[in-house]
């Protein structure tokens, strides 16, 4: 199979089963439902692949915990179903268990500590629910104060009484997934078109509008549909009327690896005075390390990338502070980001409070929306989406086909692990990785060497990757490549180290005629 993402308007076909709205992790979810049915799709995004909230996550495949200590039992189980999904079958190589450790420090509770142990042991019923091998997750088991401390040398010890070792899984990178997910929908035969703006939507149509800097910027098209998805997520309400979302701001921050020395599993800090509330410490295989998240209501116009306040940044900070020997501080933190979750109005109280499900919605007009959810259930809302929108066009379908069908790159991990090719393009390809290289031996010239070599010192991202980008996922300038197909980006001093490489990789492409004209 061969997959073409592309941007703007040229040659979009005007007339198709069905046209998906919004290129995020759903939205990629739902073109490859509906293309692997049998039905012809047209999926746009205003922006580019995961532009939005699917790029800004904690990078974790959640099966569902914390959801069944709310006692949000259908989410938490619909979670771990997916979980197991997205690591066994779907995207094997793009996700990997994580060992998470809670520590049992002397600001938590006896009771809080009774809490913890019996909500990791909750969650392997929902791994064994969901039939999830232990291979893929161990079971939860509880550690000494020596094997804590020899697990995380950088915890606190002073006062530590042990701690809880818990598995969950872990994404290589959320706009990764987004990437390979519409990469296979373009392979099955979806089109998939970014920088393609909706400016009117119903259910049998949309008026699209060119928003890329080629001679074609600016035009407009209309394009005839059996049903309209709209999968934009928190900007789902400005598209159709009669939806109502409560965003919540998620913030996470970044560091260098060296700022916690040692740390090679998650930490899950509890967060003072909370019962099932913690601030998570994920190391990353790029040498960095993510802290978060918060849970903050939004209000008002929703930005195209949201910021995060300096109050979340030092209260993720301070949790983490209290755990571990070293005292953060504001200059360790090399970057950050927060993204909006689109939770659905459905509830008093606060966001946190409000339910993970998701919702199908049909409009008057026969617009079908999806809202709610998160990353880890994409499969799931990308189904009951396209359930919705045959029945509301009276398409003739097939059955859904996504809970068994491997994504572009996808293998066993004892595959993977015979692969002779190199290791973070295999993280981040699987085999696919093969084709990459390939591709910019092709398209440059160039030798492995200069291919493979990361583009600056401590950016290990290369010219091979950032080449394939361009040729093949639609990448159309230095920010798709730097913020969206690697994630160079979320640290803004390794990004600017790193345009040259990404203009270069541009400029190689054009040449072969693989880029379009800017």
């Known amino acids: ?27 990629a979810g739902v073109a490859l439902d509906a293309v692997t049915r049998g039905l012809s799709v047209l999926a746009v995004d205003a922006h580019d692949l995961a532009f939005g909230t699917s790029r800004w996550s904690s990078k974790m495949v959640h099966g569902g915990l914390r959801y069944l200590a709310k006692g949000q039992i259908g989410v938490a189980h619909e979670s771990a179903v997916e979980r197991g999904i997205l690591m066994e079958v779907t995207a094997p190589h793009l996700t990997r268990p994580m060992p998470m450790l809670v520590p049992l420090s002397a600001s938590v509770s006896r009771l809080q500590t009774a809490f913890t142990r019996g909500g990791l042991w909750a969650g392997d019923l929902l791994r064994r629910g969901a039939r999830t091998d232990a291979a893929t997750l161990p079971r939860p088991r509880h550690l000494s104060v020596t094997e804590a401390l020899r697990l995380v040398p950088a915890l606190r010890p002073d006062g530590l009484r042990g701690a809880m070792l818990g598995w969950d899984g872990q994404l290589e990178d959320d706009a990764r997934l987004v990437t390979t997910v519409a990469r296979t929908a ?35 098209t209309t394009v005839t549909a059996r049903a309209v998805v709209n999968a934009t997520g928190v900007w789902a309400d400005t598209l159709v009327d009669g939806i109502t979302l409560r965003p919540s701001r998620g913030t996470h921050v970044v560091l260098r690896q060296e700022t916690l020395p040692g740390l090679t599993v998650s930490v899950f800090c509890p967060v003072p005075g909370e019962t099932n509330r913690f601030v998570m410490v994920l190391p990353q ?37 209290a755990a571990f020997s070293r005292q953060l501080h504001r200059t360790d933190v090399v970057g950050a980001y927060a993204g909006l979750r689109p939770l659905l109005d459905s509830a008093d109280g606060s966001t946190a409070d409000l339910s993970r499900r998701h919702a199908v919605l049909t409009s008057p007009d026969g617009v079908v929306t999806i809202v709610g959810g998160k990353l880890t259930t994409y499969r799931r809302m990308a189904e009951d989406a396209v359930d919705a929108a045959v029945t509301q066009g009276r398409l003739d379908a097939g059955a859904c086909r996504t809970r068994t069908l491997p994504l572009l790159g996808a293998a066993s991990r004892a595959e993977l692990a015979r ?85 270069r990789a541009l400029r190689i492409a054009m040449i072969q005629g693989d880029a379009p004209e800017r």
């Open 186 to 220: 373009a392979a099955y035969g979806a089109h998939v078109r970014t920088r393609a703006r909706v400016l009117r939507a119903t259910g049998t149509s949309v008026e699209l509008r060119d928003e890329t800097l080629s001679s074609g910027a600016g035009t407009t």
């Open 1 to 27: 199979m061969t997959a073409s993402i592309s941007g703007g308007l040229t040659d979009v076909p005007t007339d198709v089963d069905v046209v998906v709205i919004g290129l995020g992790i759903t939205g």
């Open 285 to 321: 295989p790029d040498g960095t390390v993510y802290v978060g998240l918060t849970d903050e209501p939004v209000d008002g116009e929703i930005p195209d990338v949201p910021e995060p306040s300096e109050p979340e940044i030092g209260f993720l900070l301070d949790v983490v502070s």
């Open 419 to 503: 692969l002779e090719l190199p290791p973070r393009l295999v993280r981040r390809f699987g085999t696919d990785a093969a084709l990459v290289l390939e591709n910019a031996r092709t398209v440059s010239g160039l030798p492995d060497e200069e291919l493979l070599a990361p583009v600056a010192d401590g950016v290990p991202v290369t010219l091979a990757e950032l080449i394939f980008g361009v040729t093949h996922e639609g990448a159309l300038d230095v920010a798709d490549l730097l913020d969206r197909r690697t994630r160079v980006g979320l640290v803004p001093a390794d990004r600017e180290l790193a345009v040259p490489a990404a203009e």
